[in-house]
C-alpha cells in the first residue's frame, strides 16, 4: 500500500498542510507561534481519563444478561463495557476487557467468575493502516470474536478464549454446574453457528470439541443443571437437545407432536425436578421431560405474543415475561397461575430478560434498554435506563454539573453528573441528531433528522421555537459565544446563521454562509461572536463573518481568530489527533476543555483520546481509552472541565468519565 502523503509546514506562508485520504487541507498558525517546527514531537497530557459511570443497557437485541451477584451487584452489559452496579449504594465498577460489543454473559457457578463474549472487533480497519509488530498483532488478533473469563472482584481477566475460533460474534455461552463450573458451552454467528465445548479445568483451557448447530440464529445455550453431559439450546424454529459424551455432541431436535412449532423458541429454563422449560414466539410454555425430547405439559397461550423470558425462582417456581404483553406472570411447579402478576409499563418496553434480585426482588431487563427492579407485589421502578437507537447528540451545561443526550429514539434526556441521574426526559416528533445549550443555559436547540431545529426550555421542557432549514438532517448547531447568533449546519452544505433575542427564545434569520461542497460536520465560534469556522464532509475549513455570511479569505485575518470552542477537528491546534493514513471520517468529534489545555476526540474504533492542547504536531500522542464499540460520536467536558462525557452511536452508551 502506498504510504500517505506527509504533512508539509510553509515557513513562507505560516501554515500546515496536512493529508486527509490524499487530500491537502491547510492550516495557518497564529502570529503568536514564533518557533513551529514539523519534526518536534507531540507530548501527552499529564491528566488522564478514568471511568466513573456508565449510562445504559443492551436489551434491545441481547437476552439472558442481567444477573444478581453476591457482592450485591448487578451484572449486565453494554457496548464494550461489563457493569457491575451496586444499586443500593450507588457504585459502578467495570470490565473494561473488550474491544467492541458484548454480547453474551454467564455467571459462573462459583458466582465469582464471569464469562462474556464479543464481536469481531473494529480494530480490523485501524489496524490496517498500522505498522505491524507484535504488540500491534496481538491487539489485533484480539479484535477477534472470543470469551473472556474474568473475576467479579477484583476484575482480573483469568482466560481468553477462541481468538479465531469463532466467527462474527460469540451470541451465547453457559457454564457446566454439575462439575462445579470445568466446562464452557460457547455458539457463534457464523453461517451455521458452531457449537463448541471448552475444558475450563487447566491452566490453559482447551476446545474439546466443535460442531454446526443450526443455519438459523440460536438465541440461547444452557448446560442441564441435573443432568450431566445434556446441553440445550434454541432459537428460529427449533429446540435442541445435545449429549456431550466421550468429547463429541450429538444432538436430537424436539419433537412438537400435536403442537404447533412455533417460528421461534425464545428462551429456556429448568425445573427443580429437571424437566426443561422453553418459551416461544407463539406465547406457549412447554414442559420437556427430564432426559426427554418430547412435550410432557403444555400452557398454550400463556402470553398474548412471545414468551421472552423465563426464570425460576428459589421458591421452586416459574417467572415468565411477555414480549407484546409486556407481563411478568408466576407460574407454581404444576404450571398453574398463582395469582401473581404485573404488566411493565409502555415507557419502559416489553420484558426481554427476567432473573432473581437480592432477597424476594425480580430483576427485569426490557427492549427499551431499560433495567427495572420490584415485585410481583410492588410496582417496578427504573435503575438504569438510556437511549434505544443511534446516539449522536451532546451538549453539556455552561454552569452546572448536567449534559443533554439526543438521538434517533426521538429522545432527548438531561443528566445530572453528579447524582448519576435523569433530570428530566422528553419525546420529540422526529429523531435528533444535534443540540447546544444557550451560554445563559435556560434553553437548549435540538437539531433533527427532518431539517428542522427546535428550542427547548429547560425548566418547562416546552417547545418554545421551531424552524426548517433546507430539507437534510441538522448536522451540528452552535449558539454565539454572547447568545446572540445561532449558527445551524445542515447536511445541504449550508450554515444558516439566525439572530437570536430573548435569552435564545426568539429568531430571525440573517442568511446562509454558500462555499461547502459537502455536508457541514462541525462549528465553532469566535470568543468575540463575530466569526463562524465549519468543517465539511470532505474536509474542508472554511470560515465566515457572522453578521454577512460572507467568507474569509484572508490569511492574515483568520490566522489570529481567537476561537471560544475547538469543535472542528480541523485546525492548526487540532492538527495532531490525525492518525497516519488517516481517513477523514475517523473521528468523528473533538472538544477542547475550557482551561485550554486538553483536547478529547471521539474516533471511529470505538476509543477516546485524550491530546495536550494545543495538539499541533502532526501524529500527537494520546492517552487512549476503550468501553464503547463501534464509532464513538460525541465528546464534551463539563463547564468546570472535571468530566468528560462520551457518546456511541450504535452502541447508544453514555459514559463519564473523571479527568485524574
Known sequence: MSRSKEPVWSPEERSLKIYLKGRAVNMYAPSTVSDYSIAKPGELPAEKLQLEWVYGYRGRDCRSN???????????????????????????????????????????????????????????????????????????????????????????????????????????????????????????????????????????????????????????????????????SCGKGQITFWTFEGGALAKKQGIYDKYDKPKYVLCLAFAANGDVLSGDSNGNIFVWGKGSNRITQSVVAAHDGGV??????????????????????????????????????????????????????????????????????????????????????????????????????????????QSRSIVWTKELNDPAHSCCFHPEGSVVAIGTKAARWVVLDL??????????????????????????????????????????????????????????????????????????????????????TASTCKQLTNPTTIRDIKWASQSCTLGFNAAGIWPEGADGTDVNSCNRNHKETLLATADDFGKVNLYQYPSTQPRSPAHSYRGHSSHVTSVCFLFDDSRLVSTGGNDSAILQWQVV
Open 66 to 232: 442481567l444477573y444478581y451477584l453476591p457482592t450485591g451487584e448487578l451484572v449486565y452489559f453494554t457496548a464494550a463495557v461489563v457493569v457491575l452496579y451496586n444499586v443500593e449504594e450507588q457504585t459502578q465498577r467495570h470490565y473494561l476487557g473488550h474491544n467492541d460489543d458484548v454480547k453474551c454473559l454467564a455467571v459462573h457457578p462459583d458466582r465469582i467468575k464471569i464469562a462474556t463474549g464479543q464481536v469481531a472487533g473494529h480494530d480490523r480497519k485501524e489496524g490496517r493502516r498500522k505498522r505491524a509488530g507484535s504488540e500491534k498483532a496481538e491487539e489485533l488478533s484480539e479484535s477477534l470474536p472470543h470469551v473472556r473469563i474474568w473475576d467479579s472482584v477484583s476484575l482480573h481477566t483469568l482466560h481468553v478464549l477462541g481468538l479465531g475460533d469463532f466467527d462474527r460474534a460469540v451470541c451465547c455461552i453457559s457454564f457446566s454446574t454439575l462439575d462445579g463450573g470445568h466446562h464452557l458451552v460457547a455458539v457463534d454467528e457464523a453461517n451455521e453457528h458452531a457449537i463448541s465445548v471448552w475444558d475450563l479445568s487447566r491452566d490453559r483451557p482447551h476446545k474439546i470439541t466443535e460442531t454446526k448447530s443450526s443455519t438459523e440464529p440460536v438465541l440461547a445455550v444452557e448446560f442441564h443443571p441435573s443432568e450431566k453431559g445434556s446441553i440445550v
Open 308 to 417: 421472552f423470558s423465563l426464570c425460576t425462582t428459589k421458591d421452586g417456581n416459574l417467572l415468565s415475561g411477555g414480549g407484546k404483553d409486556r407481563k411478568v406472570i408466576e407460574w407454581d411447579s404444576t404450571c398453574s397461575k398463582t395469582g401473581r402478576e404485573t404488566e411493565v409499563a409502555e415507557t419502559y418496553g416489553p420484558v426481554r430478560t427476567l432473573s432473581q434480585g437480592k432477597g424476594g426482588l425480580v430483576l427485569i431487563g426490557t427492549t427499551k434498554n431499560r433495567i427495572l427492579q420490584g415485585s410481583l407485589d410492588l410496582e417496578f421502578s427504573p435503575v438504569m435506563q438510556g437511549h434505544i437507537d443511534e446516539l449522536w447528540g451532546l451538549a453539556t451545561h455552561p454552569t452546572q454539573h448536567q449534559f443533554l443526550t439526543c438521538g434517533s429514539d426521538r429522545l432527548v434526556y438531561l443528566w445530572d453528573s
Open 459 to 544: 425548566a418547562t421542557h416546552e417547545i418554545v421555537s421551531v424552524h426548517t432549514d433546507g430539507n437534510e438532517q441538522i448536522e451540528c448547531i452552535q449558539f454565539s459565544p454572547d447568545g446572540n447568533y445561532i449558527a445551524v449546519g445542515s447536511r445541504d452544505n449550508y450554515v444558516y446563521v439566525y439572530q437570536a433575542s430573548e435569552g435564545g427564545r426568539k429568531f430571525s434569520r440573517v442568511g446562509r454562509c454558500s462555499g461547502h461542497s459537502s455536508f457541514i460536520t462541525h462549528i465553532d465560534w469566535s470568543e468575540d461572536s463575530q466569526y463562524i469556522a465549519s468543517n465539511s464532509g470532505d474536509y474542508e475549513l472554511l470560515m465566515w
